[in-house]
């Protein structure tokens, strides 16, 4: 292990944001249970957002509606990280984020597997939970259970670049957090920042998933299938390359820091 995979790996298990203690079986069901939230959650919010109701008419605009909508989600995925099961788990509630703590070497390699399947698990199911809850209105086109779309005119090949680069800015900035121990409090308020700001800047152009979790059950409920395969690779090829670069340029810095403090290596 690198130096500084070390000084990556000390403050992570200390602070919550990888898995601290338990088996990957009870951190696979609790990342079930985050993501089953999330997406019940974002399913909710889009119901009385997008949807018809007092918010809805109150909130003109497609534009406004977004704003709102990160502005919900943002704080929710902050309060998740921070909870207790989010503490155990890591709260990642997106593959992206779990193959890139695993490329980062803070997250062991036999559990990305469990977390994914359950991330995915954990958001059909979510979505399935708001529909039996909020009813048909869930399934209208104003709603079509939180599925999301690029705008007009963008093709596959667009909508993967855009949004491999959009998971990559968020992993290469969480992941320079995560290198500087007095910055890893304020990882989980990055997270919802970062995301919250991807759903109003980006929602109503590529989507602003960044997460293949949120994408996963709603199409797959809906039924709406388009752009799925991109929506659900690109965030995980931005997130690995965001990492491996990360890796490589914290493993040269250590390398340079140990020729400056060693007089004896040329």
Known sequence: MTPTAQLVRRPLRERGVAPAAGTIAV???LEFVLTFAVLFAVTTITRWVMGPSPIAHAVPGIHLRLLLVGACVGPLLTGLILSRPGKVSGAHTNPAITLAMWRLGVFP???VLPYIAAQ???SALGVLAARAVW????GRPSVAYAVLRPGPGWSDAELFAAEAVSMGVVVALVGMFLRKPRLVPFVPWLVGLLVGTAIACLGNVTGGSVNPARQFGPAIV??????????????MAGAVIAAAVLTRV?????????????PEIE
């Open 27 to 29: 951190n696979s069901g």
């Open 109 to 111: 390699g036999a559990a």
């Open 120 to 122: 995915l698990a954990g």
């Open 135 to 138: 009813g048909p209105v869930v």
């Open 222 to 235: 809906s039924g709406h299938l388009d752009f799925l395969w991109v929506y659900l690779l690109a965030p």
């Open 250 to 262: 914290g493993d040269h810095r250590d390398e340079r820091t140990a020729v400056d403090r060693d």
